[in-house]
């Protein structure tokens, strides 16, 4: 029987996997792939808890898969911008390596 | 009751007079101002903008009629001629304190029963105008005036005299640059006054006491560009201003102490409110009758220490006689009648408080004022200055005042003997300094120079018969003259000292008549008359200065007679003891009988005919040069002479005191403030700095860096939340 | 065991393995294929809870749209060894592991201390009166949710959300733009 605890923890385990490229990867692509799935996670998460509300008043049944669609739409315009910073970039700097891009330093 | 009610009138048309002078009248006169000539030298111009040139020695400008002239370069900046704004400045001040004065007068024929078209004002006085200004737990403090017959015999001396003076500085300043600047000032000054006469509280009459002391320096440094004369011992306007300034505030500080024991023990203010025996806020509730006398007398003392500073007794006299360098005007004003007198006034206005505090109070009122007139009247004896000679007759009269308000201690007289001193002073003095300035105005244009040593004059009364003649009336009546009015002031205080056995203060007191009356005598001499003269000396004799002098025009002349009439008949409002103390109605009035019976009387007219006699022998038998030798050359003479020109050397020792005393602990509180006080500050600014330095490293600009924070962050709240569930529950 | 409980395991191993796939491999466009395999079974993921829409919408955006401009991206910034090693890890990479596990610890310790963690589906279902009629599908019931002008609807928001996207659009444009 599925209960909003595998969803739940699929979640987690999703979240900090993703935490772990997105802190560990020196290519910026990969750090953005990381955080793509950071936010899938949170979007399981999201519907789990859409599906498995106890309280439900007509207004709030949906609200977590409102909140995923609302997530989507961001996670695609950061993709978008993130993706046009990174060839930027590469364009002045030749290297796409997070570690190298300092410019705001002290 | 209406006419008591508006008098806040009287208050607030200088004030008003003074904004309408400062952004209405004044700023017409600068804007209509001839623009200076193309050919004129740059001198020339810096000169008619109030910038006196550095090196230039000698100016070049016009006289009076036209003609070349030259001026030593420390002469007041001069104008060719005033244009209309500065003549409506004039006028505007004139007209709004005519108005004062008349209403004033009014309040005071009135007040005394000659007219009756008010009913009579209640004993206590009356509150006019009020203001709460902040009221905060259990003390309020508020912006009160009031007016009782004590303020209003003192409105009508400053309106009077400030009327008088406005009207004769439309003479007197005439040639001088900021004409429209100078009644503004004036008319600041008056305002200033007025709110300290009216005031009903400690506050507001702080702030007008504050207010003066800004009007005078104001007025004291009002040419300033001129310089300091080293040879004839006087400092530059701009110096005196200061120092009047610092000097008095010097006697602030005491008096604001003096102010803030009382209110911290009664938790008011209020003048009327203190002297209230019943009421649990006054002085007698709040202090005699918790034991608390001694602590009394103390900020009663110190509450005084203001009064020296403002009327310049010791040990704070330094001042006055330097603030001579203003204009004439303002000395007869404010340095001689009205805001020297503020002093006297304030300790008459808290009379009262000084009664309820042990008699050790009024004692120190009484002995400063005999020392300083005593002091005062033997420093006066050798100077050369013409008006310092007045300056120091003015300390010594005010002494006599805080004698007269000291040695009353306890009896039925109160406030009179000193306010009635104070009354007639103000128009004989004024008098005095106004035909000084006539004196000094006539020799301005004939000797194109500023002369006020007497040693230059002589034999004046044949050139200036009129200010002669009022001065010599003066001169009487300063002097103890019978029937004249300073006889019967002066005279009432010195058969009070004998009267209430302070032995002491009887014996200075009338000591210092005689040596006023021969100063002032001996002045009179110096001045207007001299050997071979006529009336055996006294009226004419030979000039010593060069030029042709001549009377002063009619703007001068007319308050000069005017005072002269006031000086005599001042004496004869016998009804004064009475009024001043509306709510004492037993004290005695002057009695021209008993004054005329009395031995005392005619043993103070001794004495005062004796300094007379002295003089007139002395400076109308011999010439001026041979008096000097015979002083020169007598050791002891000599000593003295020094002693008394020297002023007792309290300059000189104020001088050491300020080189050595302040300004070496300045000195090291300057080192404390660079080394210690500069160094926390650096050291505090280092240490961030160094801090900003090492810590900044932290900012590598990697975004990765910053993610590990702040996941690490998370991390380790995850592990402090993981404990406390686990472990506290 | 039920059918949904056996997919459920099933697309869960999946999504979990090549989530790994994506952070693990050391060619990165091998890496964003996984994620292509990620965005699927997250889709399949939404199916088991009912909400057909996001799922659909995931493969649309994420498995279409985003893939598709990664695959672009990494066209664009090529390196050099890329089938050897183009993914590589930072200085901090045991660090960013000590972090993510203890974050991912705490998240699950929260979990199982919820009260709601073992709620089963359709528990409570209670709808609440409104003036509009209940839709009749997933689909309809969103649509709805999101742009009735007089049902209970969260139209401000989404007009936001396109708001963001425009800017989004604009701010892209003129930072990829060749100077």
């Known amino acids: 029987m599925l209960t909003l605890n595998h969803f739940l923890v699929l979640g987690a385990l999703l979240f900090c996997i993703g935490l772990y490229g997105a802190l560990a990867k020196r290519n910026a692509i990969a750090v953005l792939m990381g955080i793509e799935v950071m936010l899938n996670a949170v979007n399981v998460t999201m519907v789990g808890f859409s599906f498995f509300n106890t309280v439900k008043p007509y207004s709030t049944y949906l609200t977590g898969q409102i909140f995923a669609i609302f997530i989507i739409t961001v996670a695609a315009a950061e993709a978008a911008v993130a993706l046009a910073m990174i060839i930027s970039i590469y364009r002045k700097r030749s290297t796409v390596d997070v570690g190298e891009i300092n410019l705001m330093k002290w | ?729 | 065991m039920d059918l949904a409980t056996l997919l459920f395991w099933i697309i869960a191993i999946i999504l979990v393995g090549s989530a790994l796939l994506v952070v693990g491999m050391r060619n990165i466009v091998h890496s964003a294929l996984a994620l292509v395999v990620l965005f699927g079974m997250a889709s399949g993921i939404y199916l088991l809870l009912n909400a057909e829409f996001i799922a659909i919408v995931q493969i649309l955006i994420y498995a279409g749209a985003v893939t598709i401009l990664i695959l672009f991206a990494l066209m664009l910034t090529r390196t050099n060894n890329i089938s050897t090693n183009s993914n590589p890890t930072n200085r901090q990479w045991w660090l960013a592991a000590i972090i993510s596990t203890l974050v991912g610890a705490a998240i699950i310790f929260a979990v199982t201390l919820s009260q709601y963690s073992t709620v089963h589906a359709g528990s409570g279902v209670a709808y609440g009166t409104s003036a509009c009629a209940l839709p009749p599908n997933n689909v309809v019931y969103i649509g709805q949710l999101l742009y009735s002008p007089t049902c209970y609807s969260y139209v401000l928001p989404f007009e936001i959300a396109s708001l963001v996207l425009l800017v989004a659009i604009v701010g892209a444009i003129v930072i990829g733009r060749e100077d």
């Open chain 2, 1 to 729: 009751m209406a006419w008591y009610q508006f008098s806040w009138l009287i208050l607030f048309g200088p004030l008003f007079a003074f904004v309408a002078i400062i952004f209405g009248t004044r700023m017409w006169d600068l804007a209509t101002r001839p623009r200076e000539e193309a050919e004129a030298t740059p001198a020339d111009a810096a000169h008619a903008h109030d910038e006196a040139e550095g090196e230039t020695q000698l100016i070049v400008t016009h006289g009076p009629h036209g003609e070349e002239v030259v001026l030593e370069d420390d002469e007041d900046p001069k104008v060719p001629r005033l244009t209309m704004g500065a003549r409506a400045s004039g006028y505007l001040g004139i007209v709004v304190v005519a108005l004062a004065c008349i209403y004033s007068w009014i309040l005071l024929l009135n007040t005394s029963g000659v007219i009756n078209i008010a009913p009579p004002l209640d004993p206590r006085g009356l509150t006019v105008f009020s203001y709460d200004w902040l009221n905060q737990g259990t003390a309020s403090y508020s912006i009160a005036f009031h007016i009782d017959n004590l303020a209003i015999a003192m409105t009508v001396v400053v309106t009077t005299v400030s009327l008088l003076v406005q009207f004769y500085s439309q003479g007197y300043m005439e040639n001088s640059a900021g004409y429209a600047r100078f009644f503004s000032y004036l008319s600041l000054f008056t305002f200033s006054m007025l709110d300290i006469v009216f005031a009903q509280n400690f506050l507001v009459i702080f702030v007008g006491w504050e207010l003066v002391g800004l009007s005078s320096y104001l007025l004291i440094g009002f040419w300033i560009n001129k310089r300091a004369k080293p040879a004839e011992d006087r400092p530059a306007p701009a110096t005196a201003a200061i120092q009047a300034f610092i000097t008095n505030r010097i006697g602030d500080v005491g008096f604001i102490i003096g102010i803030m024991i009382l209110f911290a023990q009664t938790g008011t203010f209020d003048f009327g409110t203190l002297a209230d025996k019943t009421n649990p806020h006054g002085v007698v509730q709040a202090f005699v009758n918790s034991g608390n006398t001694g602590l009394l007398t103390a900020a009663m003392i110190l509450v005084f220490c203001g009064a020296i500073g403002k009327s310049a007794q010791l040990p704070l006299t330094v001042w006055l006689p330097t603030a001579m360098e203003g204009p004439t005007p303002v000395s007869a004003l404010i340095h001689a009648a009205t805001m020297v007198a503020a002093g006297v006034y304030m300790v008459a206005r808290t009379y009262p408080l000084f009664a309820a505090a042990g008699p050790e109070a009024l004692g120190v009122v009484g002995w400063v004022g005999g020392i300083t007139a005593l002091y005062a009247a033997l420093t006066a004896l050798t100077q050369t200055d013409f008006k310092r000679v007045l300056a120091f007759s003015t300390i010594s009269q005010l002494g006599y005042m805080f004698v007269g308000l000291g040695v009353a201690r306890g009896t039925e007289f109160g406030v009179g003997p000193g306010m009635y001193h104070l009354f007639t002073h103000a128009f004989f003095k004024a008098l005095l300094f106004l035909g000084a300035g006539s004196v000094i105005h006539s020799l301005h244009h004939a000797m194109h120079a500023e002369v006020q040593d007497m040693r230059k004059m002589g034999g004046l009364a044949k050139y200036m018969p009129i200010t002669a003649i009022t001065w010599l009336v003066a001169t009487l009546s300063i002097s103890g003259f019978p029937f004249f009015a300073g006889f019967y002031s002066k005279d009432n205080i010195i058969a009070l000292a004998f009267d209430q056995q302070d032995y002491g203060l009887y014996i200075i007191t009338l000591g210092t008549a005689g040596l006023t009356a021969f100063y002032m005598l001996r002045a009179y001499i110096l001045a207007f008359g001299g050997k071979g003269g006529g009336f055996g000396g006294l009226w004419g004799g030979p000039y010593r200065g060069e030029g042709e002098p001549h009377e002063s025009p009619r703007t001068i002349t007319i308050p000069l007679v005017l005072l002269a009439i006031a000086s005599i008949i001042a004496g004869y409002w016998t009804g004064f003891f009475n009024y001043v103390q509306p709510i004492n109605p037993s004290a005695p009035n002057l009695n021209l009988g008993e004054v005329f019976t009395n031995p005392l009387t005619w043993v103070g007219v001794l004495v005062s005919l004796v300094g007379l006699g002295w003089a007139y022998v002395l400076y109308t038998r011999f010439e001026l040069a041979t008096i000097h030798n015979v002083v020169e050359n007598n050791a002891l003479l000599r000593f003295l002479h020094r002693l008394t020109l020297r002023k007792f050397y309290i300059d000189d020792l104020y001088d050491l005191l300020i080189r050595y005393v302040v300004l070496g602990i300045s000195h090291i509180e300057a080192a404390f403030d660079a080394y210690v006080v500069d160094g926390i500050v650096n050291g505090v600014a280092q240490a961030v700095t160094g801090l900003g330095r090492s810590v900044r490293h932290v900012e590598t600009g990697k975004v990765q860096a910053y993610m590990v924070g702040f996941f690490g962050g998370l991390a380790v709240l995850a592990i402090v939340v993981f404990a406390l569930v686990t472990f506290v529950k």
